[in-house]
């Protein structure tokens, strides 16, 4: 077998891993994102300003996983264009 098929199936299974791995890390992330937002409305001895900062900490996180995705969806198209070039 060919080194190039055997390196892009290799490619193809660990995006197929990491997608399996973030969509798990996704579910998680919704779970605990609505824990939290129960928690808060419920939390009447917590300040506005730690409520605010609470909910700012998830907005950044999920915009930083949001970014951290796009860039694995360019680097994994950006490996298969150069296996698909090559054959």
């Known amino acids: 077998m060919d080194q ?3 390196a892009k199936q290799m490619m193809q299974f ?3 891993a990491i ?11 919704e779970q605990n994102e609505k824990i939290v937002g129960v928690f ?16 700012d900490w ?6 930083g996983c949001e970014n951290f995705r796009s860039l ?3 680097s994994y198209a950006k490996v298969d264009s ?3 070039n090559a054959q």
């Open 82 to 84: 150069f296996f698909s």
């Open 19 to 29: 997608d399996n791995s973030f969509k798990a890390m996704s579910m998680v992330y």
């Open 40 to 55: 808060l409305e419920q939390a009447t001895g917590l300040p506005e300003d730690g409520k605010k900062a609470i909910k």
């Open 72 to 74: 694995l969806d360019d």
């Open 58 to 63: 998830m907005a950044t996180y999920k915009s």
């Open 14 to 16: 660990g995006k197929t």
């Open 4 to 6: 190039k098929v055997i």
